[in-house]
Each structure stands twice: as C-alpha cells, then as structure tokens.
C-alpha cells in the first residue's frame, strides 16, 4: 500500500514564524479551555505539509516541557469517519504519556472542549517498523500485542466543520486515549473480522468491524511508516499504535460510561464525569 510523501512548501506557504506562532495559539487554546478560529478560515491554501509541521511545533513544546512521546494514532482511516468529517485520506497524529490511560478512568467533561468519542483496534509494537515499502507481513511480525482503545477526539477550533490541514495541525485531534488490556497478536487472530461493539450507559449505539480500516488495521502500520519516513522518522518498539475508529465518532457526554468490547480482545471503559 502506497504512503507517497507530501510535496514541498510554496512561495506562498506560512513562512516558520507563522507556523511557530500558530503552534503557540493551538496551545494556548488547549491550556485555557477557549477555542480558536480553523486556521484554513484564514489560510484556505494550507498545505498538509505545513500542518504536520505545526503539528511538530506543538508537539516539541510539550516534550520540552516533560512530556514523552509513546506512539501515534492514524485517523479517518475508515469511510465512516471521512464520510463524516468530509474528508477522503488518513491523517496523523502524535500520542504523548500524559494523554494516555487506563481502562476505567475517569475524565472530566470540563477539561474537554467539544469531544467525542471512538472504539478502535490498536497495537503496542515489539519491533522498529520504517521505510516506504513496509510489507504487510512485516508489519504483522512487528505487532507485540493488541487492544481495544477508546480515543477522545477533541478539537481547539470553534466548531468540527474543520478540513484535514485543520485536523492535523491540530495533532490530528486526538484529546485522550484509553487503552484496554493487551494480549499478544496470534497467528490466527483475523484483525480484519473482529467486530467491535460500543455501549454507553449499557446501551449499544454504534458496531464497526476491523474491515473498516483500510480493509485491514494492520495496513494503517504500512501506511503509518510510510508517511513517516517522509519525514525521516519510524515507529519504534513499545509505541502505540491507534489504527482509527471502526464507526463514526458519538457524542461524549458527562455523566456516561462508553464501553467498547469484541469477541477476541478485553473490553475497554470510559467514565465521564
């Protein structure tokens, strides 16, 4: 599966400062709770190029401030999710530890902007995984372990009518991640037919198989390291992986629980308040 690189920034591109400024505005939207306008609003031709590295931007300053990087999440790997943000290819974002947790933790509604909610198949690598044409048996036999996970989308512009150079400025709007259990990958695990049910307050409201991934959630790790490399860069052993939602994303309201469960992978839980 082809991953080709993004093309180069033109003349009429955001030059660093504005790039750098932008990062600035992006994290002080997320620190003070109060949204800010979609940046192609202003700047219709930002190119995907440009948010990724706006999205670096703001990445760099969390790390210089304590925090570490543990993965990535793919997203709109499935035409549910593009079909309703309107958009027709993946996108990428950076996991760092302090948006990572546990099955049954608490989040509070407040800390959150405008979030949503999404069951996704995921994986925690045992192997480096790098290059442009990754083999999709290679990246199987890089795969430690497999989970459920629910991620919290959430977005620091006004509204999610946002294009996919928003989202992934936006570090392809992830807001928290909560992983399940990990069990090892077998040989004869089907990723592709494991059907995937989501309930909040013990009703069911949204199913996806791992089909809707790309036909596949083990070619989101092709298509991941390929985009990657573009930017000189890998997965690395004991990163996380989200492959993306298998259903369109719900609501997340406070005062409920969403679960997540499949016939072969431990349920995962999130608690809202």
């Not at 440009?50 to 499935?78: F, P």
Request: net charge negative; proline share 5%; hydrophobic share 45%.
């Amino acid at each position: 599966m082809d991953a080709p690189c993004l093309g180069g920034i033109s003349v009429d591109e955001p030059d660093n400062c504005w790039i750098a400024a932008t990062a600035l505005a992006l994290l002080a939207a997320e620190y003070e709770n109060v949204p800010v306008e979609a940046l192609t609003r202003r700047r219709p031709g930002l190119s995907l190029e440009t948010a990724y590295r706006i999205q670096a931007a703001t990445v760099a300053r969390h790390v210089a401030a304590g925090a570490r990087v543990v993965g990535h999440k793919a997203g709109a790997t499935s035409k549910a999710i593009q079909e309703q943000a309107g958009v027709d290819e993946p996108d990428s974002g950076v996991l760092l530890d302090d948006m990572v947790l546990a099955t049954g933790s608490t989040v509070h509604r407040s800390v959150l902007m405008q979030p949503r909610v999404e069951a996704e198949l995921a994986f925690r690598l045992g192997s480096d995984l790098s290059g442009p044409d990754v083999a999709l048996e290679q990246a199987r036999a890089a795969v430690k372990e497999v989970f459920l996970a629910l991620e919290v989308i959430d977005t620091r512009f006004t509204d999610w009518k946002i294009t996919i150079a928003d989202s992934i400025a936006d570090n392809a709007s992830c807001g928290r991640v909560v992983t399940g259990p990990m069990v090892p990958l077998d040989a004869d695990m089907d990723l592709a037919a494991e059907p995937v049910v989501v309930s909040v307050n013990g009703t069911a409201v949204a199913t996806g198989e791992g089909l809707a991934v790309l036909g596949d959630p083990l070619l989101v790790l092709v298509w991941l390291a390929g985009r990657l490399h573009c930017f000189g860069e890998g997965l690395r052993a004991g990163q996380l992986v989200l492959a993306g939602a298998v259903h369109a994303s719900l609501p997340l309201e406070a005062g409920s629980t969403v679960r997540a469960h499949s016939p072969h992978l431990p349920p995962v839980e999130l608690r809202v308040r």
